[in-house]
């Protein structure tokens, strides 16, 4: 496929698979844009084929895992030494590396993230919770910068974007507790639901709702902290590149927030964000980002996880 079509595809996949993503995405200068959704493509069909899902939806089961990674693993490899794959969303991860010189790193920090997935790993404490957003999200975000233009050793900023895809993780954990726990996954700490006093495989009863509530609500504390890390590295971007930043800051963080509010009913309907709430966070994002110069340039709390450097 020419670069044309891989991009033509690549944003029918953003469409279809995250509509908050592909509303922030608009933002972008087109250029950045369509890196964006090269970038996209690839992650999604990573995780698609892991999970034996379609766009992120209808995940279920599968009888291979271990293998459906490996096979992620190699053509991403493929990719990314500039070899055709003969699949339009791995081809699309070469040209956006091509173009941008993206670390391999980061890429294949990824595929081990879903590798913990594969091995139905779950975390023990919350160092081993933060370890995981970072292959599954973290990583995602400094690859996103590094498409926005920041240099792959700017470690500051690559952090803050790390920062960003941390929220993001910890939301959608928040969120999808009851969803993964229909495939047999779990990605609270047991550390956390030994001190709730909620046995292995349970949290999902009736009678531990109300102690799931309180972790859930632990998590978008979380989540909060990291996105308002991140907003202040939207301060080195360009204006087109913040706007789109602090929108999908604000547009995701409101799922972080839902979850927290509605409190034990948090599980009875998938949170969203509803489409007037995302124009409304682009609405308030332009402006954010036309005044970005005046975000206080604090250094990055200390207290925070940080992203393992480089090996």
């Known amino acids: ?16 698979g995250s509509k908050s993503f592909a509303a922030a995405s608009q933002l972008f200068a087109p250029a950045t844009r369509e890196r964006a959704w090269l970038l996209y493509a690839w992650c999604r069909r990573c995780d698609d084929m892991v999970d034996g899902q ?8 599968v009888d291979d895992p271990m ?16 070899k055709p794959t003969g699949d339009p969303a791995f081809d699309a991860l070469g040209v956006v590396a091509a173009e941008t010189a993206l670390p ?13 997935d594969a091995e139905e790993w779950q975390p023990r404490g919350e160092d081993d919770l933060y370890r995981y957003c ?23 900023i690559l952090d803050r974007a790390c920062d960003l895809g941390l929220a993001f993780q910890l939301a959608n954990i928040a969120r999808d507790v009851e969803e993964d726990d229909r495939v047999g996954r779990c990605y ?14 349970q949290h999902m009863k009736p009678p531990f709702r109300d102690r799931l509530v309180v972790l859930s609500r632990r998590l978008a504390t979380r989540a909060a902290l990291h996105e ?11 204006r087109r590149s913040a706007w789109a930043v602090l929108a999908a800051a604000g547009i995701y963080g409101d799922i972080a927030r839902e979850v927290a509010r509605r409190g034990p009913a948090a599980w009875d309907h998938r949170v969203s964000t509803g489409k007037a709430a995302k124009l409304a966070w682009i609405a308030k994002a332009g402006v954010q980002a036309a005044r970005r110069g005046a975000i206080p340039d604090m250094p990055r709390d200390p207290a925070l996880w940080t992203r393992p450097r480089d090996r």
Do not use: N
Not at 1 to 16: D, G, P
Not at 67 to 82: I, N, P, Q, S, W
Not at 104 to 116: N, V
Not at 139 to 151: D, E
């Open 134 to 156: 970072y292959h599954v999200a973290g990583a995602v975000g400094c690859m996103m910068a590094v498409v926005m233009g920041v240099p792959a050793d700017d470690d500051a």
């Open 228 to 238: 308002d890390s991140a907003r202040v590295g939207a301060k080195r971007l360009d």
């Open 54 to 61: 379609d766009h992120g939806h209808g995940m279920r089961r």
């Open 104 to 116: 391999h790193r980061f890429a294949f920090d990824l595929i081990d993230g879903f590798r913990l």
């Open 67 to 82: 293998a459906r990674v490996d096979e992620a693993r190699a053509m991403t490899a493929m990719a990314l030494a500039g």
């Open 188 to 201: 609270l700490p047991q550390e956390w639901l030994a001190e709730m006093d909620v046995p292995p495989g």
């Open 1 to 16: 496929m020419t670069r044309a079509e891989l991009v033509t595809a690549a944003r029918e996949s953003i469409a279809k």
